[in-house]
């Protein structure tokens, strides 16, 4: 399949995730903290290259794929390089929000299964802790029935679109990294989507 119909799956998966998430933000009431950047400051964030495919299109078009690709094999840190810090007390944005991975839009309003099959709200403390009333209504919610997205389900579909770059589970940058060598590479003898796109 060639990336541009691998792309366009992709991105037609957020949109359903999309839709799904804002049903479920409303009925729970819960919401990010504005400004917060707490979650992707995390050392630890793993995704799948496939689900950065969207971004590393998105920078190849408008020229910035080698260069990024440069700095993802220069950095140390096992920070996301996407995120930009504006301040030491977590706050900051993502820089590429809108190319933003599937671990970024699931999680805080997606659903994890236990080992009794339940499903368990997966957010953070600031969340649990600071929203505590509408968190422990929305987990009750859950138990009884109430739609919420879950990972498992999401990853899975992503594995569909390709299993090979969907299925593996990478620190962050290192995803984001194959990503961009898989677009890269697969222009390395085909000639690149005309330039009208790359003022998209
Ligand atoms: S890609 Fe954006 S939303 Fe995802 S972890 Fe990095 S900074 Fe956060």
Not at 34 to 60: D, T
């Amino acid at each position: 399949m060639s990336i541009e119909q691998r792309v366009q799956l992709v991105e037609h998966l957020f949109h359903q995730l999309e839709l799904e998430s804002a049903q479920f933000q409303k009925a729970s009431g819960m919401s990010c903290v504005s400004g917060c950047g707490k979650c992707c400051s995390h050392p630890n964030i793993e995704a799948s290259p496939l689900e950065f495919l969207p971004w590393a299109f998105h920078l190849f078009l408008n020229g910035e794929a080698e260069k990024t690709l440069q700095i993802l094999k220069q950095t140390q840190t096992t920070n996301c390089i996407v995120y930009k810090s504006l301040s030491v007390i977590d706050q900051g944005r993502c820089s590429a929000y809108q190319y933003r991975g599937l671990i970024c839009r699931l999680f805080g309003f997606a659903a994890n299964t236990d080992k009794y099959g339940s499903l368990r709200l997966a957010t953070c403390k600031i969340i649990k802790e600071g929203q505590a009333d509408k968190y422990n209504s929305t987990s009750q919610a859950i138990a009884k029935g109430l739609y919420v997205p879950v990972f498992t389900e999401y990853y899975m579909q992503l594995n569909q679109i390709d299993f090979n770059l969907g299925n593996k589970l990478l620190s962050i940058n290192k995803a984001l990294k194959m990503a961009l060598e898989e677009v890269l590479q697969y222009y390395t003898y085909r000639t690149s989507p005309d330039s009208e796109k790359k003022c998209g």
